[in-house]
């Protein structure tokens, strides 16, 4: 227990250095339902504050399910209605994912392979994220790639802590730093989220 809550401050140390003055909470749970073996049904709700944590300006939940292929890979289908403030309107995305995962003798690689398509606009997305984790230390990065204009708009690095609460209740806290350009030859805007997880499979 000591030494998990050194881990936890540690975390929280580092994420602390490298926010930035509008620091933004992320907020993710993972409902899991098995279903049989090597099916089960997600309900994702995550929800976003921006302005040092203060406004709510998304809500995302992604509904479908996930299957276990093998051994070492997944896929995963979700629908998810989406709200962003920004824009005052609810759109609707649709996600294909497909997962490899490695576990090797002295850490685990993950590879998520992700088609994402917004309704409203139009835009399809490829997103690839890399995550490495070792006794429940994870760091990964993802870069988006907007198939529509052909460029990458968006890149996600991250670090993160998971720990098991109970027997099918986990939780992570991390932080996350992200990176966006509106256009090819834009600046990156970037901004800094802290990030809590859970998953819970009933």
């Known amino acids: 227990m000591l030494k998990r809550s050194i881990l936890i401050l540690a975390l929280v140390i580092i994420s602390t250095s490298f926010a930035r003055a509008d620091s933004e909470l992320w907020l993710t749970t993972t409902l899991q339902k098995p279903i049989r073996e090597g099916l089960a049904f997600n309900v994702i709700p995550e929800i976003r504050v921006r302005n040092n944590m203060s406004d709510l300006y998304y809500l995302r939940l992604y509904l479908g399910p996930a299957f276990q292929l093998s051994k070492n890979w997944g896929l995963n289908v979700y629908y998810a209605p989406n709200y962003v403030k920004s824009g005052s309107y609810w759109t609707s995305l649709y996600y294909l994912d497909a997962i490899y995962n490695l576990p090797l003798p002295w850490l685990v690689f993950n590879n998520r392979a992700r088609f994402e398509f917004d309704a409203a ?65 834009a600046d990156w805007v970037r901004t800094g989220a802290f990030n809590v997880g859970a998953k819970i499979v009933y």
């Open 121 to 185: 606009p139009q835009v399809l997305k490829y997103r690839d994220q890399f995550l490495f984790s070792r006794n429940g230390w994870f760091a990964a990065d993802e870069l988006f790639y907007n198939l529509n204009r052909g460029y990458f708009d968006e890149g996600r690095s991250f670090i993160g802590y998971t720990f098991k609460v109970r027997d099918k209740i986990d939780l992570s806290l991390g932080y996350l730093w992200r990176r966006q350009k509106a256009t090819p030859t």
